[in-house]
């Protein structure tokens, strides 16, 4: 099925076609995605195809952390070698989705984000402003059944949008790319997890 979405200034409100049927399926909990989107970037539509979804789970106990699904443009060329870090590297429309399945503080969340960048980084001086911007995004706790989107496109930026609500632009296509690594990096959260968001790229 197709979603269209429209990528907007970021002092508007992102606004979001109700999907008339569900693609994929994260197991565990049962959470729902469409299988393919449609991005407005600029004056022109972009279709993106899932590349997979997966569920982010923490300590031995595996409680539920987030529901996550990544799409890319349709007519992207990742190396077969290492999608992951082909799709980090992307210079094409992308999408992240997490949907939050507990709450916790925002230092935790934004501490997970830091913690992985950093392991996938030695040098972080190109991008140091840009994760302070970032981290000033998020202004309050996370909450079970917040969403978070991130979306990239050359010549735009990396937009976070919380709820709905666009929250800023990153132009630093750098930037864009050490938060993929968050997911798809050598030394990304979970291996599993990016095995599960890499599920559906054809080989």
Same mark, same amino acid.
């Given at each position: 099925?197709?979603?269209?979405?429209?990528?907007?200034?970021?002092?508007?409100?992102?606004?979001?076609?109700?999907?008339?049927?569900?693609?994929?399926? +994260?197991?565990?909990?049962?959470?729902?995605?469409?299988?393919?989107? =449609?991005?407005?970037?600029?004056?022109? +539509?972009?279709?993106?195809?899932? =590349?997979?979804?997966?569920?982010?789970?923490?300590?031995?106990?595996?409680?539920?952390?987030?529901?996550?699904?990544?799409?890319?443009?349709?007519?992207?060329?990742?190396?077969?070698a290492t999608?992951?870090?082909? @799709?980090?590297?992307?210079?094409?429309?992308?999408?992240?989705?997490?949907?939050?399945?507990?709450?916790?503080?925002?230092?935790?969340?934004?501490?997970?984000?830091? +913690?992985?960048?950093?392991?996938?980084?030695?040098?972080?001086?190109?991008?140091?402003?840009?994760?302070? =911007?970032?981290?000033?995004?998020?202004?309050?706790?996370?909450?079970?059944?917040?969403?978070?989107?991130? +979306?990239?496109?050359?010549?735009?930026? @990396?937009?976070?949008?919380?709820?709905?609500?666009v929250s800023?632009?990153?132009?630093?296509?750098?930037?864009?790319?050490?938060?993929w690594t968050?997911?798809?990096?050598?030394?990304?959260?979970?291996?599993? @997890?990016?095995?599960?968001?890499?599920?559906?790229?054809?080989?």
């Amino acid at each position: 099925m197709n979603m269209t979405r429209r990528l907007i200034p970021a002092a508007l409100v992102l606004l979001v076609l109700p999907a008339v049927a569900w693609g994929i399926t +994260e197991q565990k909990t049962g959470t729902e995605y469409p299988d393919q989107i =449609t991005v407005a970037v600029g004056d022109r +539509e972009v279709v993106m195809n899932a =590349t997979g979804a997966g569920l982010r789970e923490k300590t031995f106990l595996k409680v539920d952390v987030y529901t996550i699904v990544s799409y890319v443009a349709e007519d992207a060329a990742l190396g077969e070698a290492t999608p992951g870090l082909s @799709l980090c590297k992307l210079q094409q429309p992308k999408q992240l989705q997490m949907d939050l399945r507990r709450s916790f503080s925002r230092e935790k969340l934004i501490g997970a984000f830091v +913690e992985v960048i950093e392991k996938n980084y030695d040098d972080l001086s190109g991008i140091a402003a840009d994760m302070e =911007t970032f981290a000033g995004y998020f202004t309050r706790d996370a909450q079970d059944g917040d969403v978070i989107i991130f +979306e990239y496109a050359p010549g735009i930026g @990396l937009t976070t949008i919380l709820n709905g609500e666009v929250s800023g632009v990153i132009q630093n296509p750098d930037f864009a790319e050490a938060l993929w690594t968050v997911w798809f990096g050598k030394k990304s959260a979970n291996d599993g @997890l990016k095995k599960d968001l890499l599920s559906l790229l054809k080989s």
